[in-house]
């Protein structure tokens, strides 16, 4: 029994080890690269023989890589604040209100959530040179924060039909108004969600590639991932391989932190959304 | 809004109904305005491009020509190649992902230690960023540079031709995505009840029957959500491909060729009515998976 048992462990102990090194496993790579010093790149080693932040300093002497970097923030930032916002407010009246319109607004989330990027970067490309806005932090924000809207939409949606709202209607009860309940009572019970959520949107934005290098044109608003692509070496004939995998792993830190700390919110958020509705 | 509406029952509604009903619609107005905005109009404006002859290099000559566009971008063999490239490419990758996502799954629900390591690792490849994902699997399966490309035999280029890169392409893919594909499907089986599965292994069951009798068939909801999400995102697929083989060789997707023709020809005429293309292949894929799953789309089972 207790060697049946062991074999048992073992199995489990092998697939996940197995699972582990599939995540990781690229990921190491391009952090392995990025240590390396030109000489060594193109060994072929996992391990960095020398190590050297030759790279890093690199990127960060230019304003190229260091201006992307805060636009990637800034845009991310903004585009996920507005967004959590606007999904909040309605994914607490899908969850709670009886409204004319419910199934339209689910409807074009859902449409929306499905729509291929590529469609509209040709019209928004179009408009937003008309409008002014091409190559700036807005000409971003805007599709960012429309894409994530039906995210924001469904994962608070999910949340909030999980919160008790009995206390919603004993506030009601003892004299609120609803815009006062939603405020006092709802809100700060559906803080977490919203917190969850949040870095959903985040991800989502940070991710984001297509919009970025369609809808810019320069560095004032040409994001991380944008700007690696059009990384080139400090001489034309050297390849940018070590200063992409800098920049690679300067973009990942973030994404890693969020997913240490949060990693059973994001779990939820994931799946609450999408299983729920 | 200011005079009462009946409601279901037909009469008038209550002041505090009316009010609910307001507070709804205001507070949804933002989140519409801003969808209809920046999809709806942009969609029309598509469709609208989509008809005429204009080219940014020669914006003089743009004119409307009706269908025409579409005739040019359905007669053309790059239209068709990218056509063929992306559907492959997404059932491929969908296929894989289901099967490797289900067993990625199965071993987070039931893995008896390290649940948090396992499920952390697992969150890795969804939070990472594509464009950097691509960038490391390129590095990978260079020549002389990466880990990969050391274990064939020497010359060999794999993304420079056409099969190996499109293999290559999917690898990527269902690396970065496996992930939230397992991760919908963690959620489908944590609904499936432990009693029911305890009930088919007193009955006699082995392991492979309680899956695909007991467990399979409960999941269904959540399967077909995952195959609807990841369906459609993969056949939009654009910043692996990108980065992988900027589409050469025979691999672009037809996001790429969109935006080739887009920014790299300025034709933006042609370009319009190729998203309009994609936007009705996508159309026509969810169209498809809502009818067939009916009630099981998401967004279905969402009551007042």
């Known amino acids: 029994m207790a060697a049946a048992g062991r074999t048992h462990a073992t199995r489990w102990g092998v697939a996940n080890v197995v699972v582990v090194l599939y995540a990781l496993f690229p990921v190491w790579w391009i952090a392995a690269l990025s240590f390396k010093d030109p000489a060594t790149l193109s060994d072929g080693s996992y391990i960095p ?5 030759e790279n890093y300093r690199g990127i960060f002497e230019t304003s190229q890589f260091t201006r992307a970097l805060v636009n990637s923030i800034g845009i991310a930032l903004i585009a996920t604040v507005i967004a959590v916002i606007l999904g909040t407010m ?22 929306i959530a499905m ?69 006092l009572v709802i809100v700060p019970l559906a803080a977490p969600g919203v917190f969850t959520t949040a870095i959903l949107v985040f991800i989502f934005c940070w991710n984001d590639f297509l919009f970025a290098i369609s809808l810019t044109s320069t560095e004032s608003a040409r994001t991380v991932p944008a700007a690696i692509a059009f990384f080139t070496g400090s001489s034309q004939f050297q390849q940018p391989t070590g200063s992409i995998a800098a920049a690679a792993v300067v973009i990942t830190i973030p994404i890693i932190v969020f997913v240490l700390f949060f990693q059973r919110r994001i779990v939820a958020g994931l799946t609450s959304g999408a299983v729920k509705g | 809004m200011n005079h009462p509406l009946p409601d279901k029952s037909g009469k008038a509604l209550s002041a505090g109904a009316r009010q609910e009903r307001r507070l709804g619609l205001l507070l949804c107005a933002p989140a519409v305005l801003v969808m209809a905005a920046v999809t709806a109009y942009p969609v029309g404006y598509a469709v609208y491009l989509s008809l005429q002859r204009y080219d940014l290099r020669f914006p003089d000559r743009a004119e409307f020509v009706g269908l025409g566009n579409y005739g040019a971008v359905l007669s053309s063999p790059f239209w068709w190649d990218a056509f063929w490239v992306t559907l492959f490419i997404t059932v491929v990758s969908v296929a894989v992902e289901l099967v490797l996502g289900m067993a990625l799954a199965l071993v987070m629900h039931r893995t008896l230690f390290w649940r948090g390591t396992v499920r952390t690792a697992v969150l890795v490849p969804y939070g990472i960023v594509t ?17 990969l490309a050391e274990l064939l035999p020497s010359g060999e280029a794999p993304l420079t031709e056409q099969w190996p890169a499109l293999w290559l392409i999917i690898l990527a893919e269902v690396w970065k995505t496996t992930p939230f594909m397992a991760l919908l499907l963690l959620a489908g089986l944590a609904l499936v009840p432990e009693e029911t599965l ?69 034709n933006l005429g042609i370009g319009s009515a190729i998203s309009v293309l994609i936007f009705l292949c996508v159309g026509i894929i969810a169209f498809t998976f809502v009818k067939l799953f009916g009630a099981a789309a998401p967004g279905a089972e969402v009551k007042p």
Do not use: C
């Not at chain 1, 023989?49 to 932040?53: A, G, V």
């Not at chain 1, 899908?94 to 449409?111: C, N, Q, T």
């Not at chain 2, 994902?133 to 880990?147: E, H, V």
């Not at chain 2, 609807?228 to 672009?252: C, E, K, M, P, Q």
């Open chain 1, 90 to 111: 309605a994914a607490y009246a899908v969850a709670r209100l009886r409204f004319p319109g419910k199934r339209l607004l689910i409807g074009m989330s859902l449409l």
């Open chain 2, 198 to 266: 305890k009930a088919a292994m007193v009955d006699g069951a082995s392991a492979w029957q309680r899956f695909t009798r007991v467990v399979l068939p409960l999941m269904k909801p959540a399967i077909l959500v995952a195959l609807l999400f990841r369906t459609l995102d993969a056949f939009r697929i654009f910043d692996n491909i990108y980065v992988l083989t900027s589409g050469a060789h025979g691999t672009g997707s037809l996001s790429i060729l969109g935006y080739n023709n887009l920014f790299t020809a300025l």
């Open chain 1, 115 to 183: 729509f291929p990027p590529i469609s509209l970067v040709s019209p928004l490309f179009e408009i937003e040179r008309a409008v002014g806005i091409f190559d700036t932090w807005a000409g971003l924000i805007i599709p960012y924060m429309t894409f994530s809207l039906p995210l924001a939409i469904y994962t608070l949606s999910a949340f909030f039909r999980e919160i008790p709202w009995d206390l919603e209607k004993a506030a009601k009860v003892d004299g609120a108004t609803p815009a006062q309940a939603f405020r």
């Open chain 2, 131 to 147: 464009v950097v994902a691509a960038f490391s699997w390129q590095y990978a399966w260079t020549p002389d540079l990466g880990y």
């Open chain 1, 49 to 53: 023989r020398d190590w050297t932040w």
